[in-house]
């Protein structure tokens, strides 16, 4: 589910796997692998799509369909 999500929410913001890897410091191949489930989402990776997206990663995870943060 998260590999899927993050793939929309990329599209939905008309981004390629590059400009999302730049904005995390890593490589296109690096980010491809997270889309595509070949590699696990490290928490820093998940804890930063969170914040750029302004979702949940509990959104990000498939645990909710509602993708607003909490925010105390």
């Given at each position: 589910?998260?590999y899927r999500r993050i793939?929309?929410?990329?599209?939905?913001?008309?981004?390629?796997?590059?400009?999302?890897?730049?904005?995390?410091?890593?490589?296109?191949?690096?980010?491809s692998k997270y889309e595509?489930?070949e590699n696990d989402l490290?928490?820093?990776?998940?804890?930063?799509?969170?914040?750029?997206?302004?979702?949940?990663?509990?959104?990000?995870?498939?645990?909710?369909?509602?993708?607003?943060?909490?925010?105390?």
């Amino acid at each position: 589910m998260v590999y899927r999500r993050i793939r929309e929410l990329r599209e939905d913001h008309d981004l390629t796997q590059s400009d999302l890897a730049k904005i995390l410091h890593m490589s296109q191949t690096g980010y491809s692998k997270y889309e595509t489930g070949e590699n696990d989402l490290p928490s820093r990776v998940l804890i930063e799509l969170s914040r750029f997206y302004k979702v949940s990663i509990d959104y990000l995870l498939g645990e909710t369909d509602r993708p607003e943060s909490y925010r105390p």
